[in-house]
């Protein structure tokens, strides 16, 4: 049975739905006998149909929805008071230090923050006593609608994004990837179509070099420029006769990257070696999916760590490693690094940080598949302790994820040829949980290089900083309200991207975010995602990122005070109260250690500065706000090397 639910609304209403329905919407277009009919499947539970700015040329005052009889609808104008958010009673987290302090967001921009706010009335609140209150997850390396290898990816930027929102990401950078021969500028264009009606959270975009020409060198300045808002580009050292470039043109690229004040980005991984091992290989035998990491050992993804920052040191130009997998890559990393005369970034995944190589040479061909990717989860054991530490001694800056997800249809291509295996794993949702479970809970990271790794410093080197990556008054409001004890167990049984497979299956994790705030949005609230497909935005990202090529970031906007009379639409005036006794308690016992104190902000530039904090001897404790509280559970943090035992939180 079918009924009819007359529902006021404008663009930008939301509407929630607690079951997989067909929603039939009509616009009826006032003073005219015109109806425009749109009709969606909604995706599943608890899902969110948005009413999004393509139906904004009706004058919309009311929407009609045709639903199924017991379908339970509610309705929340975006526009109207829900647009304000108080985050009480929390620690807020930044890369640089940490205090308590409540936030204030209006019109998704953080406006207030401190104790004692005075704010309008009719404020949504939600109290993070016991929490922490962080900027939202940054992944600078996502692969979204992608083609590659005779595949799709599992997920678009709309289920991919909506994961990364579930997990506590609020940006995502992808890559755009162009065929060879093809426009740069027409390729940015089909993602910008794949992407902007589809994202659940902004977006930024990275550019493939995947080929040479002088054309490729006059769309990488164009793309530079205003109106295309691209700052750095990836370069292939692998996939021979694919994306890879030779060093000599890989040369070209970084000098004009540095001409143009945008980051060169590399695949490190020497794609000739891995074409001759592939031929020794498939002679001799060796198909199956353990062939794959075989094929480009630890050395061939070292050398050629060395020799781009040898060819970035030529050029003069800054250098961005993605994915760095190996212990290998990391010594190569340090060694190239004391010679360099411009930063080298370094990120690593979640992947590697939370599971390894020994997956590929699981019998289920299935599950090997699974786990393939380039450059390859290593074998080595003691690869993700490497990872966390080498984040904790500024070896490594960032972790992102490599989102690149296959169906297992897909993934059956490579049966019999592992060179036919797309290659790429999950991580999207499950990065900021991974790594604080293998990083903060083991006590080699505080949470102060947490937001570093995970937000702060994606966003300063690509040129975000303060708007992104940062909680501060006149940054956009993309928090996390991180809950430190909240334990669940990561499972395609539970998680929201396409795949029903998952590199972390049944990894038990303790912290996750509780409420995920995207442009002032409450997105995932109290465990309910609730994200809206579109919503997100594109960034542009300009170049001479100050980060990476010196000069001041530019400060956020202070935004004017509240004025002193109410507010016409809010006749109620509330402050958010005094701090609590126990607030007071945690301020003094944190005093001199973590709060508002040197946490570190990775340079990127070389190995720590003499007189700079070593995390290592961190005395980071969370444990006193946490004590008394209902405790979900009691993690040990293990005595950082050189440090001393924090205790319980
Ligand atoms: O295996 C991976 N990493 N797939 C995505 C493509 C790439 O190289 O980043
Ligand atoms: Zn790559
Ligand atoms: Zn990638």
């Excluded at 945008?262 to 891995?274: R, S």
């Excluded at 169906?407 to 949980?433: C, S, Y």
Aim: proline share 6%; with cysteine.
């Amino acid at each position: 049975m079918k009924t009819e639910l007359y529902v006021h609304a404008s663009e930008g209403s939301v509407f929630y739905f607690r079951r997989r329905i067909s929603v039939s919407v009509r616009y009826p277009r006032e003073g005219a006998s015109v109806v425009v009919s749109y009709t969606a499947e909604l995706p599943p539970f608890l899902d969110v149909f948005a009413i999004r700015s393509r139906h904004s040329s009706y004058n919309i005052s009311n929407v009609i929805m045709t639903v199924d009889a017991h379908t339970s609808v509610s309705g929340i104008n975006i526009k109207s008071s829900q647009n304000r958010l108080l985050i009480k009673n929390g620690r807020v987290v930044n890369d640089d230090g940490m205090e308590e302090a409540d936030v204030y967001v209006e019109d998704g921009i953080i406006k207030q923050m401190g104790r004692n706010l005075i704010i309008p009335g009719g404020t949504r609140v939600i109290d993070a006593t016991g929490k922490l209150v962080m900027p939202g997850g940054i992944d600078p390396h996502t692969h979204l609608d992608l083609e590659m290898m005779g595949a799709k990816t599992a997920d678009d930027f709309y289920t991919g994004t909506k994961a990364a929102v579930a997990g506590g990401t609020t940006t995502i950078i992808d890559f755009v990837l162009p065929q060879r021969g093809q426009s740069l500028i027409e390729a940015y264009s089909n993602w910008r179509e794949k992407a902007d009606n589809k994202v659940c959270c902004d977006y930024a975009l990275h550019m493939g070099v995947t080929w040479w020409s002088p054309s490729v060198e006059r769309e990488m300045e164009q793309l530079c420029g205003e109106e295309y808002g691209i700052n750095s580009f990836k370069m292939f050292m692998a996939y021979k006769d694919a994306w890879m470039l030779d060093d000599y043109h890989l040369y070209l690229a970084m000098e004009t990257c540095k001409r143009l004040g945008a980051l060169p980005q590399v695949h490190a991984e020497n794609g000739d070696i891995i074409a001759r091992n592939v031929e020794k290989l498939l002679a001799a035998g060796k198909t199956d999916p353990e062939g794959h990491e075989l094929s480009r050992d630890e050395e061939v993804e070292a050398e050629a760590v060395n020799r781009a920052c040898v060819i970035a040191n030529q050029a003069n130009a800054p250098l961005y490693i993605v994915h760095v997998m190996s212990r290998e890559a990391l010594r190569a990393l340090d060694f190239a690094r004391a010679r360099q005369r411009q930063p080298v970034y370094a990120e690593t995944l979640a992947a590697t940080v939370g599971t390894d190589g020994s997956h590929c040479r699981n019998a289920c061909f299935r599950h090997a598949a699974g786990h393939v990717m380039s450059p390859p989860l290593r074998s080595d054991p003691n690869t993700p302790q490497a990872m966390v530490d080498a984040l904790a001694n500024d070896c490594l800056q960032l972790v992102g994820s490599d989102h690149c997800t296959f169906h297992e249809k897909d993934k059956a291509l490579g049966q019999g040829d592992f060179t036919k295996i797309p290659n790429g794993v999950n991580g999207v949702e499950e990065r900021m949980a991974i790594l604080w479970q293998r990083g903060v809970n083991t006590g080699a990271l505080d949470p102060c290089r947490f937001v570093a790794a995970t937000s702060a410093c994606a966003a300063r080197v690509f040129a975000l900083w303060p708007r992104k990556g940062r909680v501060a008054v006149g940054s956009d409001a993309d928090l996390v309200v991180w809950d430190p004890r909240l334990q669940r167990t990561v499972s395609a049984a539970n998680h929201h991207h396409a795949l029903d497979f998952n590199i972390f299956e049944g990894q038990s994790v303790v912290g996750s975010p509780q409420y995920v705030i995207v442009n002032g949005r409450v997105c995932l609230d109290d465990g309910d995602l609730r994200v809206a497909e579109g919503y997100g935005k594109f960034l542009k990202t300009p170049v001479f990122s100050p980060y990476v090529y010196g000069g001041e970031a530019p400060m956020p906007q202070t935004p004017e005070p509240y004025p002193s009379s109410p507010m016409p639409e809010s006749p109620s005036r509330v402050t958010n109260g005094t701090p609590t006794n126990e607030l007071n308690i945690v301020s003094k016992q944190m005093a001199g250690t973590a709060l508002s104190s040197g946490c570190s902000t990775p340079t990127g530039r070389k190995m720590r500065e003499p007189g700079q904090r070593d995390l290592q001897n961190s005395t980071f404790s969370l444990s006193k706000e946490m004590e008394g509280a209902d405790t979900k559970t009691s993690v040990r943090v293990r005595n950082p090397p050189g440090g001393k035992s924090s205790g319980l939180w």
